[in-house]
């Protein structure tokens, strides 16, 4: 199985500010690169596809970049919607695999 | 819109088997262009794929879960289903179905229900 690391674990950032997340993966992936937020209770919401393909209504403070084994999800001017977890997950061989998630919080 | 919605029992005794269905309202499930799947996520853990289906009967399974996992469509009641066999304290998980588009690669998860608890106890 691919393994997809994430760093921070844990991100403390204030409103306007602008974050990036790193995910590795130990192989070569291409560019089939998701990335999903999740708030606590709820289910994932697909961001990003294709490492830097913005879904429909995702606001454009999103990105996305990287190719082979090194992506990053940037958040251009954090707003107050934006303090959940975020996971990216590589779907370009099976078993599809996540990251093990950076929590993003209020400084 | 598409909408999924997953249903079943929130408590499984362990060695039985998990059945959990999900109902797409607002679309077809035989629209070709989609898959259908699950994934899940232990308490205060991370997500895992379990498997993905699509109408014509093509499944993709995670190995780790392969020998126990059987996945169904049911076309004429816009509803696909997972059965995971003898369950364990390690399959109490948050269940979510989940769609994923199939152009570009297959893979990424576009649509989820809510989730559904499960909890593996005797």
């Known amino acids: 199985d691919i393994q997809m690391t994430q760093s921070p674990s844990t991100l403390s950032a204030s409103i306007g500010d602008r974050v990036i997340i790193t995910c590795r993966a130990d192989e070569s992936i291409t560019s089939w690169l998701a990335w999903y937020q999740q708030k606590p209770g709820k289910a994932p919401r697909l961001l990003i596809y294709e490492t830097s393909t913005l879904e429909s209504g995702v606001p454009s ?15 251009s001017s954090l ?29 | 819109q598409v909408q999924l919605q997953e249903s079943g029992p929130g408590l ?7 059945s959990l269905t999900c109902s797409v309202s607002g679309g077809s499930i035989t ?10 996520q232990a ?6 794929w379990i ?6 009967g093509y499944t993709y399974h995670n190995p780790s879960l392969k020998s126990r996992l059987t996945m169904s469509v049911d076309a ?24 994923l588009p199939n152009w570009g690669a297959l893979g990424r998860f576009d649509l989820w229900g ?3 608890p499960v909890t593996v106890s005797s």
Do not use: M, N
């Open chain 1, 61 to 75: 403070r999103f990105s996305g970049s990287g190719s082979g084994a090194e992506f990053t999800l940037a958040i």
């Open chain 1, 79 to 107: 707003q107050p919607d934006d303090f959940a977890t975020y996971y990216c997950q590589q779907y370009y061989t099976y078993p599809f695999t996540f990251g093990q998630g950076t929590k993003l919080e209020i400084k």
């Open chain 2, 12 to 18: 499984v005794k362990p060695s039985e088997t998990l």
């Open chain 2, 31 to 40: 629209f070709a262009s989609f898959y259908w799947g699950w994934v899940r």
């Open chain 2, 43 to 48: 308490p205060a853990k991370g997500l895992e």
């Open chain 2, 51 to 56: 498997g993905s289906i699509h109408y014509t």
């Open chain 2, 76 to 99: 004429s009641k816009e509803q696909f289903s997972l059965r995971l066999r003898s369950v364990t304290a390690a399959d109490t998980a948050i269940y979510y179905c989940v769609r």
């Open chain 2, 114 to 116: 809510q989730g559904t």
